[in-house]
């Protein structure tokens, strides 16, 4: 029996919902090369994907704390479209290694490691929805799906410049 891929598509044409669209597929559509009509880029720009959502294979990841990271990491690679957003949360070398990491404008999730038994490990277990602070008082910030418990906090907010100009 085939497994459910970890990911999903997100709806990309609902109104209101923006992802960064630009020009870039229009004007590069064709390039003139050697007085011939050639085809430049059929594509959006390159490296580009919109529309795809990993929460599925983030928390598959967390629900495998502990396991051996080649059993791991071969489950997952077989459920994927690519392997890239699988080290936006593990990381191979204890340098890279980040407590936790944003995977969307609210979402956050543990950093994941592997460490030197080949054992995937949480970076740091300490940190967890009680120890994050949301960014903005208008969104649900969650922490590996739990809401943030600490509230917003309006001394933290970036302080904006008052100068004008004339």
């Keep these: 029996m085939e497994k459910e891929p970890l990911y999903r598509k997100v709806n990309t044409t609902a109104r209101g919902v923006f992802h ?12 003139v090369n050697a007085g011939e009509m050639e085809l430049d880029a059929i594509s959006m720009k390159k490296g ?7 929460t599925p ?14 059993e791991v990491y071969s489950e997952a690679v077989a459920r994927l479209d690519r392997n890239d957003p699988i080290f936006w949360m593990v990381a191979l070398r ?8 944003r995977s969307g404008e609210a979402s956050y999730f543990s950093g994941l490691k592997v460490d030197e038994a080949g054992v995937l490990r949480v970076v740091n277990p300490s940190v967890g929805p009680g120890s994050l602070v949301p960014q903005c008082p208008c969104c649900t910030h969650t922490f590996n799906g739990i809401k943030f418990t ?14 004008r100009l004339a």
């Design 48 to 54: 580009v994907r919109r529309g795809l959502d990993y």
């Design 150 to 163: 600490r509230p917003y906090d309006e001394s933290l907010r970036p302080q904006r410049s008052a100068t």
């Design 20 to 31: 960064r669209f630009g020009a870039d597929f229009s004007t590069t559509r064709r390039s």
């Design 94 to 101: 204890e340098a890279d290694a980040q407590e936790y990491f």
């Design 57 to 70: 294979l983030f928390r598959f990841l967390l629900s495998r704390v502990g396991k051996n990271w080649d």
